[in-house]
T-cell receptor, first 111, second 115 residues
Framework: DAKTTQPPSMDCAEGRAANLPCNHSTISGNEYVYWYRQIHSQGPQYIIHGLKNNETNEMASLIITEDRKSSTLILPHATLRDTAVYYCIVSPSNSGYALNFGKGTSLLVTP | NAGVMQNPRHLVRRRGQEARLRCSPM?????VYWYRQLPEEGLKFMVYLQKENIIDESGMPKERFSAEFPKEGPSILRIQQVVRGDSAAYFCASSPSGQGPETQYFGPGTRLLVL
């Protein structure tokens, strides 16, 4: 599996956009980029995923660079409830099920 | 529609005892996955089961750990003769199809503490 690199922690002011980067320079052509988050003492929650095009849903936007070696998760208007650990994972979508999370980025949203 | 249920939420065992962790998937989901999260680490895949079948147990330790998902009832992760290194949060996820990680819904986890 391709490995990912994320900053260990980030801060963001409430109401501002949170931009969480992820490097995945060894990603394979058939691997998707997935983002999950884990709020303290809860199970992970799926946010978004993409292959090479930018994606947007009700939770976030995912920007993937043209060479696919990095991506950015964007929370457009962060709230206090977005404080969590955010994980970037690469996995083949159609056949992948064995998720292995790194240490992620601990995002703290402040008032 | 209730989410994935896990019980107990917290479990304390002494070294050498057995731990049984239960996972009830979401209604209509027949695929179950177990993950372990060691302190200060991310989740790691352990095992993937469908009803009455183990599909992939490549992430599960070869000794003392076993998992089942019977035709009726919850999935069970069993740890025999627990050691302190087994202290972790154990999460299960369920999905309706086994296709794509985005279809997995995670439970709240069971936090095992081995004294």
């Amino acid at each position: 599996d391709a490995k990912t690199t994320q900053p260990p922690s980030m801060d963001c002011a409430e109401g501002r956009a949170a931009n969480l980067p992820c490097n995945h320079s060894t990603i394979s052509g058939n691997e998707y980029v997935y983002w999950y988050r884990q709020i303290h003492s809860q199970g992970p929650q799926y946010i978004i995923h993409g292959l090479k095009n930018n994606e947007t849903n009700e939770m976030a936007s995912l920007i993937i660079t043209e060479d696919r070696k990095s991506s950015t998760l964007i929370l457009p208007h962060a709230t206090l409830r977005d404080t969590a650990v955010y994980y970037c994972i690469v996995s083949p979508s159609n056949s992948g099920y064995a998720l292995n999370f790194g240490k992620g980025t601990s995002l703290l949203v402040t008032p | 529609n209730a989410g994935v249920m896990q019980n107990p939420r917290h479990l304390v065992r002494r070294r050498g005892q057995e731990a049984r962790l239960r996972c009830s998937p979401m209604k209509g989901h027949s695929h179950v996955y177990w993950y372990r999260q060691l302190p200060e680490e991310g989740l790691k895949f352990m095992v993937y089961l469908q009803k009455e079948n183990i599909i992939d147990e490549s992430g599960m330790p070869k000794e003392r750990f076993s998992a089942e998902f019977p035709k009726e009832g919850p999935s069970i992760l069993r740890i025999q003769q627990v050691v302190r290194g087994d202290s972790a949060a154990y999460f299960c996820a369920s999905s309706p199809s086994g296709q794509g990680p985005e279809t997995q819904y995670f439970g709240p986890g069971t936090r095992l503490l081995v004294l």
